[in-house]
């Protein structure tokens, strides 16, 4: 990997936009998400609803210009600490990119703008079988006391 590029994604930018459908598709294809494409209906209205949603920020991961990874992040509050989180929603790294130190420049990135925009934490989650597990332990990402699980209930 010669050159990474981390940057916010401008969704005026075809590149961004194409970048973002890519690598959130290849996520979606992943043993890690769906283990299927995006579904097809996602895929056609993703971008504008990412762009229309209060709160989206999406970091790119652009390695010699090719588009490698994504953070696609959406403020949120602490209302015990009165201040606003960046959740990380997505993180991706495309398969060929893996182990290159791209997830890590994009939480670095994440949580740089959090420290920009006052946020009081940045917080994520991850399937206890996710192997970037030991990543975010490495940057600092805790359970915390208590444990505390991420729970869901699907909505037809």
Request: proline share 3%; charged share 25%; aromatic share 10%.
């Amino acid at each position: 990997m010669k050159e990474l590029t981390i940057t916010e994604a401008d969704f005026s930018n075809k590149d961004h936009t194409d970048a973002i459908l890519q690598i959130t598709d290849a996520y979606a294809r992943d043993s890690m998400g769906l283990g299927k494409p995006l579904p097809e209906e996602s895929r056609n209205k993703l971008i504008e609803e990412l762009k229309n949603f209060p709160g989206t920020i999406c970091f790119l991961a652009f390695s010699n210009g090719k588009a490698a990874g994504v953070a696609n992040c959406f403020y949120t509050f602490s209302t015990f600490k009165a201040a606003k989180v960046i959740n990380v929603h997505d993180l991706a790294v495309m398969p060929e990119f893996r182990s290159l130190g791209i997830g890590q420049a994009l939480l670095g990135a994440v949580e740089k703008k959090a420290l920009e925009t006052n946020c009081c934490k940045v917080t994520l989650e991850v399937r206890e079988d996710n192997r970037a597990r030991g990543l975010y332990e490495r940057v600092g990402f805790s359970y915390g006391e208590p444990t505390m699980y991420f729970m869901t209930k699907e909505l037809s």
